[in-house]
């Protein structure tokens, strides 16, 4: 009778066991989601804190500054320069769980001395640290470092890791390219990185989407995918204009709206689904059209985002969390937010 019950209790908890690894699956299976911020100020509106709250998310990473090479005739370690600063940040984001990102110029990185490394990282530093006090009281530990680094950069470019890694716990952003050929990238020397899924076409090429298009994801990832590194996955949610002149000069104009194209058929001709021709000369968004200028339509569309997504999740990546570019009022209420979540 006692063995009995000791059977039956090492079932029920046998059961219980399968029960609760089901559900830690279950919860494992949905990403956790982040958003980027790449504005000089960081507003809070009610469509952002609805995002927010729809996505479940706390974490924002936020753009800090660029580093360029100098515009002016520089001085001897003077030849870079941060530039885009942020500027204002909304005090709602003192809930959020920042962490700060910077871009670096892939010229600076070409650009840097052995012994301009060291200067560089301690200014960096320097910056990242004022800026985290100014808005947020406090130094923060973790920073991402955004550059396209290339096979002549990587040496350069993984020294300044290494230096910034003495003072913060560092991720970077990883391109297709560098997944698919690390052997001629390199590998950073950090832990985790963000796959960026956007801005991998051709602006010039009117018949693609350079945001985004899941046919080009797929010429780089496969079933057989791998990388060493912890990854996150950036999606894009914004859309854009490119202009292109006569001569072939090209031009962005951030969030755009169809509507406004294809409601103005004596100003815009519709060549295509995404190209339109200028009907006569016009002043738009600061850019002086003249007519017969194209113009190309660049959305994130909800099939091309999960598409993507899906390629990547049928992957053999490691992927930690989903990061949408960008966390702006605009930009969300141009696209079916909600919808997406609800096809991860």
């Not at 020397?189 to 801005?199: D, E, I, R």
């Not at 204009?241 to 103005?264: A, P, Y």
């Amino acid at each position: 009778m006692k063995n009995t019950k000791k059977q039956h209790f090492k079932l029920l908890s046998y059961s219980l066991l399968f029960i609760v690894l089901g559900v830690s699956c279950q919860q494992n299976t949905e990403p956790q989601i982040a958003f980027y911020h790449w504005k000089a100020n960081a507003e809070h509106s009610a469509v952002v804190d609805e995002a927010m709250k729809q996505s479940a998310s706390d974490k924002v990473y936020l753009h800090y500054f660029d580093v360029d090479v100098a515009k002016s005739s520089p001085t001897e370690g003077d030849q870079f320069e941060p530039v885009y600063l942020i500027n204002k940040v909304d005090s709602a984001y003192q809930n959020y769980n920042i962490i700060p990102v910077i871009f670096i110029v892939n010229q600076v990185i070409r650009e840097l001395k052995n012994e301009g490394v060291q200067t560089l990282s301690e200014r960096i530093t320097q910056l990242v640290n004022e800026i985290s006090t100014h808005h947020f009281n406090t130094p923060i530990k973790h920073l991402q470092v955004d550059c396209d680094w290339t096979a002549a950069t990587r040496h350069q470019y993984f020294a300044l890791l290494e230096l910034l890694k003495q003072h913060f716990d560092v991720s970077v952003t990883i391109r297709l390219h560098q997944v698919k050929y690390p052997d001629r990238t390199g590998v950073p020397p950090v832990k985790s990185g963000a796959l960026m899924l956007y801005n991998m076409g051709d602006l010039r090429n009117f018949t693609e989407n350079s945001i985004l298009e899941s046919n080009i994801v797929a010429d780089y990832i496969n079933t057989n995918s791998t990388y060493p590194l912890q990854l996150d996955l950036a999606l894009p949610l914004f859309s854009q204009i490119v202009l292109k002149s006569n001569s072939g000069k090209i031009n962005l104009v951030k969030d755009c709206n169809r509507t406004l194209f294809e409601s103005q058929i004596h100003q815009f001709k519709q060549l295509s689904k995404h190209v339109f021709e200028v009907q006569k000369d016009t002043l738009f968004s600061g850019f002086y059209l003249r007519k017969s200028n194209q113009i190309k339509l660049e959305e994130s569309t909800e099939a091309e985002i999960i598409k993507s997504y899906q390629i990547i999740k049928n992957s053999q990546l490691s992927i930690n969390e989903i990061i949408f570019y960008h966390l702006d009022s605009t930009t969300l209420s141009n696209i079916n937010f909600k919808s997406i979540l609800q096809q991860l």
